[in-house]
């Protein structure tokens, strides 16, 4: 169930562009076309589908898996990309602009080839089998989460103790948060609100709400694009880690009259609502990069607003009583992905490559595990990061026996 077939060959244009910046997955691909660590094993995904998700999709393939594929987000697809996998074989159920509805109803089709392992983003897929479609999950062994608020829903309920399936938290290895989060939302971000505003960064003040890895990397990018960077935490570690790389650390309730651009990147919900709409600058550009449409409140600038219009493609203003407008990129969800193509390839590289042996792993020993959250082994971690660096050409030291001696803990 794609939007429109006959794009397939622009996904697939766009699958061959990302495919010759991901090394390590091709090299991993090759490695499951001989080793199938899938064969006969279904994998429902759930991620933003757009052309390095695909890649990651043939992967799986090539090990050997029957892979059905959704989007987690309903602005987030490439229709192009998704034509494409359909096209491919792959049972595929996702459209940009989806309803709520209809995005619903596309996580319950994905699930009812009654998946073997799971890969989701954001935790929807996890809940759905833990709810309306529970009698799905009669074969699940277990899966991946790949992203912080994911992580976060799957810990609330293991604590809960309702967690059914062993899971494995990608998102906290360190090749994925260290680089994809901080990086790739650092750069992907202000790529996505450049190219949607047109306007000039250099010279403006930059709000970044939450200073965890995804914020270090938005401010810094902010940064070294010219603009002054305030911080808004909760966090007194994270404040005045803000604090020593240089940027102004205050209360939102102080910085919503300063900022020309405010960027969310908490996992959190209302952090940016009425009383901060009615001090800010006529203008102001409001984005949100964390994973679900919660950060800045939508629903208050409905209320407030006395008109609203589009005013230019994925930009809607709110006009305040006093005449101010305030302007919302991507309906407040996660502006890199519904209004940018997503982290660079060579970034997701690492994400995907952790995904695919964390999956790998998971289909080996996921039947002798108990339902809890899992870290990503070390040595897949470690496994990867070398890949990566041989991928980049760039060599390091290795420990004499000596030294290994020394260290004692090698
Ligand atoms: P993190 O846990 O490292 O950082 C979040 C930070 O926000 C923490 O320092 C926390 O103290 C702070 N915070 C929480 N509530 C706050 C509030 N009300 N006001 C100010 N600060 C607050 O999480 P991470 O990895 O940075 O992820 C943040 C969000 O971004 C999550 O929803 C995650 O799923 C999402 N994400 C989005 C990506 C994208 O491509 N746009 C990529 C990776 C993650």
Redo the contacts with the bound molecule.
């Keep these: 169930m794609v939007r429109d077939i006959s794009m397939a060959p622009s996904g697939k244009k766009k699958i061959e562009w990302v495919q010759s910046s991901m090394p390590v997955l091709t090299a991993i691909e090759k490695e499951f076309r001989k080793t199938q660590p899938f064969r006969g094993l279904k994998i429902a995904i759930s991620i ?1 589908l757009e052309a390095k998700t695909a890649n990651l999709a043939l992967t799986l393939r090539a090990g050997g898996a029957d892979v059905w594929v959704t989007g987690c987000n309903p602005l987030s697809t490439h229709d192009d990309v998704a034509a494409a996998l359909e096209e491919m074989g792959f049972p595929v159920f996702a459209w940009r602009c989806c309803t709520d509805e209809e995005y619903e109803d596309f996580l319950c089709r994905t699930l009812s080839c009654h998946p073997d392992l799971i890969l989701d983003d ?1 935790g929807d897929l996890l809940s759905m089998l833990h709810g309306k479609c529970s009698d799905c999950g009669d074969r699940l062994m277990g899966g991946t989460e790949e ?6 829903r799957m810990r609330q309920r293991e604590a809960a103790g309702q967690l059914k399936y062993p899971m494995m938290a990608v ?1 906290d290895a360190d090749c994925k ?1 260290l680089f ?2 901080r990086y ?2 650092g750069q ?2 202000w790529d996505a609100i450049t190219n949607t505003t047109n306007l000039i960064v250099a010279g403006k003040t930059v709000v970044v ?8 990397g938005v401010a810094a990018r902010a940064k070294g694009l010219g603009a002054e960077v305030i911080v ?4 007194p570690i ?1 404040a005045i880690e803000a604090v020593m790389d240089g940027h102004r650390v205050m209360k ?1 309730d102080d910085a919503a009259p300063l900022g020309d651009f405010f960027v ?8 940016i609502t009425e009383r901060h709409f009615k001090m800010m600058k006529d203008g102001a550009v409001l984005s949100n ?4 449409d919660v950060e800045v409140s939508r629903s208050d600038l409905e209320k407030m607003a006395t008109e609203i219009f589009e005013r230019r493609f994925n930009i809607m203003g709110y006009r305040m009583p006093d005449g101010r407008v305030l302007n919302l990129l991507a309906e407040g969800r ?4 519904a209004a940018g193509n ?2 660079p390839a060579e970034i997701m590289d690492m994400s995907f490559a952790i995904q695919a042996y964390a999956l790998e792993y998971m289909a080996k020993n996921a039947k002798g595990m108990t339902p809890h959250v899992f870290d990503v082994p070390r040595d897949i971690d470690m496994k990867v990061a070398a890949m990566k660096l041989t991928g980049m050409g760039v060599s390091i030291d290795a420990l004499t026996e000596q030294q290994k001696e020394y260290l004692g803990n090698y």
Aim: some cysteine.
């Design positions: 933003h954001g992203t912080t608020t994911g992580v976060m998102n948060h994809d989060n790739g939302t992907s971000t709400a939450g200073y965890g890895w995804c914020g270090k808004t935490e909760i966090d994270c939102m969310t990147v908490t996992g959190c919900y209302d952090v990069s964390g994973h679900f996660l502006v890199n992905l997503g982290h």
